[in-house]
C-alpha cells in the first residue's frame, strides 16, 4: 500500500521568507510524486510533479521541490512567500510499476499555508 | 475556459433520496476521474475511466454508487438512498492516458445530505 503524510497541518510565513511545506511517502517501489494547490472555492491545481532525473523540480509560480530517496521526503520550497500563495497544498504518490498497472494517486491530508504580510 | 466543469455545485437532499452529478472533462483527455474529499481531508480516489471502460473502483464505493461515462466523453456520478455519510465534496478530474501526465481537476460537487 502506498501512503503520504504531511505533518503540519498549518504552516505560517512572513511575506518575503522562504517557506517550506514537508511531504514524506511510503510506497514499495519507485513513486511518481505531485504537489496540488487548492485555493478557496477553486479546484486543486497542479504545481508540479517528480518522475524521474533531476531531484529538484521546477514548477508554477515559483515553486519547486526537492525529491529525496533515502528520506522517502518530497517537499516543497519558494524561496520568497507571497500573501496570494496563502492556500491548501496537497502533496500526492503514484507508485510506478508493479503488476496491473494503478494509476490511482493516494493524496495527503493537505497543508494550509498561511502568508502574512 | 476549456477546463474540469461539474454539475451541480451545490447539492442538498434528504436521507433517501438519489441524487447524480455530471462531469464534463478537457476535451482531449481520455482518463476521467471520480474522487470524494471530507473536510480536513485529501482526496479519496473512487473510481476512474479511461475512454468508456470503468477500469478500477475503490472499496469506498458501495453498491449505492454506480458511475458511467457511456460515450468516453462526460461521466455521471449517481448516489442511491443517500446516507448522512455521503455529505462530502465530490471532485472529478481528468488527464491524457499515461502514467506521468498530471490530473486537472473539477471545482467539485458539494453534497449536503439532511
Known amino acids: 500500500a502506498q501512503s503520504v503524510a504531511q505533518p503540519e497541518d498549518q504552516v505560517n510565513v512572513a511575506e518575503g521568507n522562504p517557506l517550506t511545506v514537508k511531504c514524506t511517502y511510503s510506497v514499495s517501489g519507485n513513486p511518481y510524486l505531485f504537489w496540488y494547490v487548492q485555493y478557496p472555492n477553486r479546484g486543486l491545481q497542479f504545481l508540479l510533479k517528480?518522475?524521474?532525473?533531476?531531484?529538484l523540480v521546477k514548477g508554477s509560480y515559483g515553486f519547486e521541490a526537492e525529491f529525496n530517496k533515502s528520506q522517502t521526503s518530497f517537499h516543497l520550497k519558494k524561496p520568497s512567500a507571497l500573501v496570494s500563495d496563502s492556500a491548501l497544498y496537497f502533496c500526492a504518490v503514484i507508485k510506478i510499476g508493479g503488476t496491473g498497472g494503478s494509476y490511482i494517486p493516494t493524496f495527503g491530508r493537505g497543508t494550509s499555508l498561511i502568508v502574512h504580510p | 475556459d476549456t477546463g474540469v466543469s461539474q454539475d451541480p455545485r451545490h447539492k442538498i437532499t434528504k436521507r433517501g433520496q438519489n441524487v447524480t452529478f455530471r462531469c464534463d472533462p478537457i476535451s482531449e483527455h481520455n482518463r476521467l476521474y471520480w474522487y470524494r474529499q471530507t473536510l480536513g481531508q485529501g482526496p479519496e480516489f473512487l473510481t476512474y475511466?479511461?475512454?468508456?471502460?470503468?477500469?478500477?473502483k475503490s472499496r469506498l464505493l458501495s453498491d449505492r454508487f454506480s458511475a458511467e461515462r457511456p460515450k468516453g466523453s462526460f461521466s455521471t456520478l449517481e448516489i442511491q438512498r443517500t446516507e448522512q455519510g455521503d455529505s462530502a465534496m465530490y471532485l472529478c478530474?481528468?488527464?491524457?492516458?499515461?502514467?506521468?501526465?498530471?490530473?486537472?481537476f473539477g471545482p467539485g460537487t458539494r453534497l449536503t445530505v439532511t
Open positions: 517528480y518522475i524521474t532525473g533531476d531531484n
Open positions: 475511466f479511461q475512454n468508456e471502460a470503468q477500469l478500477e
Open positions: 478530474a481528468s488527464s491524457l492516458a499515461g502514467l506521468r501526465d498530471e490530473q486537472y
